[in-house]
């Protein structure tokens, strides 16, 4: 994901923190979950690229040797590599998290807040 992705999902996050933004509290919570899912499964999918950095089989001959570096570095360590990529998206993802739990407290602070309020008032 780009970093416009990250940098929107930091903005989102701020209007939470200031209650710009709000979203209901089983909403909120069920986007943090489906987030928690998706960066678990980012993370298996790093550790299979981790894999992948240790490629055999291509023989002895230079060629050989040249397609083993250029394919464990598209795995890991080269430039664009499909490890550091999952990385940008699980980074973003994260992100995301954080600006659904600050929803989901937020509501559920208000929610609770709006109960005590509630049961402070007498009937008239």
């Known amino acids: 994901m780009s970093e416009d992705g990250s940098s929107l999902w930091q ?32 993370k298996e999918h790093q550790a299979k690229a981790a894999d992948l950095a240790n490629v055999e089989g291509l023989g002895s001959f ?34 995301m998290k954080a600006v659904f739990d600050k929803l989901f407290a937020a509501t559920t602070e208000q929610d609770e807040m709006n109960a005590v309020d509630l049961g402070q008032r007498e009937p008239r």
């Open 11 to 42: 903005s989102l996050g701020v209007a939470a923190d200031r209650g710009q933004l709000t979203l209901n509290a089983e909403a909120a919570g069920a986007c943090s979950r489906a987030c928690t899912t998706f960066i678990d499964k980012l």
């Open 62 to 95: 230079e060629s050989g040797k040249d397609l083993r570096r250029i394919f464990s570095e598209k795995a890991v360590g080269g430039p664009n590599n499909l490890f550091d990529v999952l990385q940008s998206h699980i980074d973003v993802v994260e992100r």
